[in-house]
């Protein structure tokens, strides 16, 4: 079935550093991916849309040059968290997606990666 | 606009226990239903989905029908096992002209004592 590698699975790093999440369909082509954050027992808050070769669309509050988030090809796609601070922490998740002709296929998502700002 | 509400955990049963976790949703259109499943530390597993009213989507023992009229999927499993423990996410998925996006609900912890 459908894979999606994201990596890393965890990450601790200081105060004011950048941090890069990868997220890669292993075996199909992703048109568009999506970024979601959770918090301690809460659900996925939706924080992106990327689509290939265009900008990502960001949900209302998420503030974007914060929460890099680049899908520069059809397997591939990052979140880049800028100048991370402590009320970063939180464990990160991606979604990939295939479509075509209008038609929506399956979500898979990754393992999720967990970032520590200390 | 498109939202899910799921019966706040967590929950607590013995094994062998009969599990109901419900789920009803407000949407436009007649959006596609996902149950996922959440282990500790790990990213969101798809357990089944139905994609037009009265559909029932089954797997592993769980199952959960796509309700049109009462605007509702609940999940039910006879017998629930201690590996059954995890957090459970309902889900839709908005129409593809509003951006296909799958909305969740809060998540309902289970835990399955043995």
């Known amino acids: 079935g459908a894979v999606v590698s994201q990596h890393p699975s965890w990450v601790i790093c200081k105060s004011g550093t950048s941090v890069k999440i990868e997220c890669r369909s292993l075996?199909?082509?992703?048109?568009?991916m999506f970024w979601y954050r959770q918090f301690p027992k809460q659900s996925l808050m939706l924080m992106a849309t990327?689509?290939?070769?265009?900008?990502?669309?960001?949900e209302q509050g998420v503030e974007k040059d914060k929460f890099l988030i680049n899908h520069a090809s059809l397997t591939l796609s990052t979140l880049t968290v800028t100048s991370a601070h402590p009320e970063d922490s939180s464990f990160y998740i991606c979604?990939?997606?295939?479509?075509?002709?209008?038609?929506?296929?399956?979500?898979?998502f990754g393992s999720g990666t967990r970032l520590t700002v200390v | 606009g498109n939202s899910v509400t799921q019966m706040e955990g967590p929950v607590t049963l013995s094994e062998e226990a009969f599990l109901t976790i419900n789920c009803t949703y407000t949407?436009?259109?007649?959006?596609?239903l996902f149950w996922y499943v959440q282990y500790p530390g790990e990213g969101l597993q798809l357990l089944l989905k139905?994609?037009?009213?009265?559909d029932k989507g089954s797997n592993k023992g769980f199952e959960a029908t796509y309700r049109k009229e009462t605007t509702s999927f609940h999940l039910e499993k006879g017998s629930v096992q201690v590996s059954d423990s995890a957090v459970y996410f309902c889900?839709?998925?908005?129409?593809?002209?509003?951006?296909?996006?799958?909305?969740f609900g809060q998540g309902t912890e289970l835990s399955v004592k043995p």
């Open positions: 979604s990939a997606r295939e479509s075509s002709a209008g038609q929506l296929y399956g979500y898979t």
């Open positions: 075996d199909f082509q992703a048109t568009t």
């Open positions: 990327s689509n290939e070769g265009s900008k990502a669309t960001y």
């Open positions: 949407a436009t259109g007649y959006p596609s």
């Open positions: 139905a994609t037009k009213a009265d």
């Open positions: 889900a839709l998925r908005a129409l593809y002209n509003q951006g296909g996006k799958l909305i």
